[in-house]
């Protein structure tokens, strides 16, 4: 009897060493980072981002991702992953807001702290909201193409996904821009999806209509540069496309002219700022509520910043951008 | 390969292209109809610029749905083919950048689309997972591999050499548009004029029959996900050289659009018919209703309904025409 209990003890003992051990008993905090998928590059910076500034406030980062991009059942299973977990700090960011905000609420009602970061989430008890203004980088960003047009012309837009929250908020920001420049008629305003193949497509398919297009918005990078390919293999690269986002292959076209300018919607800074200030609000500092991080406009004039690679970046202090 | 120059017998080939005929004018009368109604909504539709503009379009559609179709009409189904052509242009598109030779990427391409077509094949043959599984699998697997390949990277920027591929002209027409047509005269022949073709159409029709009819059935399926699997690393070739990139989330989007291809072409989900004109069609009426959304700067919130909308008429009409003939 007595060697089976020794046998026991040693094994219990055995098991909660491992435990301790283990990420979620170690000295840091573990933080579960939520990505919508593993394709576009924004996100890499995110988790970029979350990791750096993890790593130097000594907490240790899981990221969760949908192996599909944006596929909300994965997104789902994940949440109720982190349920049963129960990270110290979970940094979210919803796939569909609507679907997903009764599963934050249970996972908030049941003690684990939420941080919103990079997409509004819905109405919920969050420590705190970090990301960007979409309406102001549509408006910023529509702006910057009117102007160097000499505020009259021809534009098409080539719109984000109908229904989601970026996309409809960035054509909102273009929409109120396109307002204050009477001399600047819209010609089109289509879905590109933020995609590639469907910018490239729809433009070609503009181009076929419209002879007289002097500018073309668009509400993501990749979209952007197949409209650009368009345009260019119709004799037409002299045409302007703007876009936002600022991802690398982006800028680089910044830099060759393919694209006049970007409106900084910068993933790695979210990341960062998203980290500090959720780890301060669990360590019993007050922290703001709101963080919005302004978006530069990035032209040929001032690219360098947003070539260099993710991990090579240094996080802002959240300070930078707080009160603003 | 003596067997593909066999003309097959002549009751054997006139049997299932009779309907099949019908169901071709049958696209082609919702094509004129979308074509005239657009031609007289919007100046910019009826011009050989739009036309070309829409064949080089459906072109890539077209690539990744024909090797659908083969497989579709000898009863099987490829879930893989987006996730293909994404994993096919994501290494040949490394292949090309560390190579800086277009030969190594057209190598690199058709090679990954045969061994995920003939990998596809052996769960199917060997392990006997059907094929909605094992292709649903593949899908997860070639697309996981992208993922992991490329890190979250684009990889971008190649030679006009390489790019004429999917960008240049001959005689005036696209590039792809001759790749479409090339594959596409390939396959008819091959599905009607060999003994090949004439089993894989037995073969989707009553597996049974043509097991005991003595059709090495399981060498012609592998054959058939090979094929498949070919053509989505040839998609892939096209899609790198149109658009100067590749990253992991090109293919996936392609998938529905290709199975809606070749169901609004008439071949029948449970196999045993059908045809590549079809799919040719069924290509071409997608890439028209988005053409035709677009120049009509109709609002992005109804673009789903109207092609949803559409492939139910072209389907509705088929059965519908369907029933009359049988009449």
Known sequence: MKTRHLRRIGLISVVACGLAASPAFAAGEVIAAFTKNQVDPHFEGVRAGVEQMAKKMGATVRQYVPTKPNNITEGMSQLEDVGVTKPNLVLFMPIDPKAQLPTIKRLIESGTPVLNYNDKAGDAPYLAFVGQDDYKLGYDIAKTLFDHLGGKGNVVILEGIKGSNTGDERKRGFDAALKEYPNIKLLASQPANFQRLLGLQVMENLIQQFSDINGVIAAADASALGAAEALKSAGRGNVPVVSINGV?????????????????????????????????????????????????????????EWLVPYQQRTCPAAAEYVGQ | MTTMDTPAPASARSQPL?????????????????????????????????????????SLLFLVASGLTLVIIGGGLDLSIGANLTLCACLSAAAIKSTGQPAAGIVVALGCGALVGLTNGVLINRVKIPPFLATFGMLWVAQGIAYWFMAGQVVYGFSPAFRFFGSGFWLGIPLPIWVMLVTGACGVIFLSRTTIGREVYLMGANEAAAVLSGIPVARRRTLLY??????????????????????????????????????????????????????????????????????????????????????????????????????
Not at chain 1, 268 to 273: D, H, L, T, Y
Not at chain 1, 277 to 301: D, S
Not at chain 2, 236 to 255: D, F, S
């Open chain 1, 248 to 304: 690398p292959e982006a800028v680089e076209a910044v830099k060759n002219g393919s694209l006049l300018a970007i409106a900084e919607f910068n993933g790695f800074k979210i990341g960062c700022v998203a980290t500090e200030i959720g780890l301060k609000a669990i360590r019993g500092e007050v922290v703001p509520k709101r963080v919005v991080i302004p978006g530069a406009v990035i032209t040929k004039a001032n690219h360098t």
């Open chain 2, 18 to 58: 009779a309907p099949g005929t019908l169901a071709i004018v049958v696209r082609l009368g919702l094509i004129a109809c979308i074509g005239v109604l657009l031609s007289s909504l919007s100046p910019g539709f009826a011009t050989t610029d739009n036309l070309l503009n829409i064949l080089r379009q459906a």
């Open chain 2, 226 to 327: 090979v094929v498949s699997g070919l053509m989505a690393g040839l998609a892939a070739l096209i899609y790198v050289a149109r658009l100067n990139a590749a990253e992991p989330g090109i293919g996936e989007p392609l998938l529905l659009p290709a199975i809606a291809a070749v169901l609004v072409g008439g071949t029948s989900l449970f196999g045993g018919s059908g045809s590549l004109v079809g799919t040719l069609l069924g290509a071409i009426i997608l890439t028209l209703i988005v053409n035709a959304l677009n120049l009509l700067n109709v609002s992005a919130s109804w673009h789903p309904f109207v092609t949803g909308v559409i492939v139910v008429v072209a389907v509705l009409a088929d059965a519908a025409v369907n029933r009359g003939a049988r009449r």
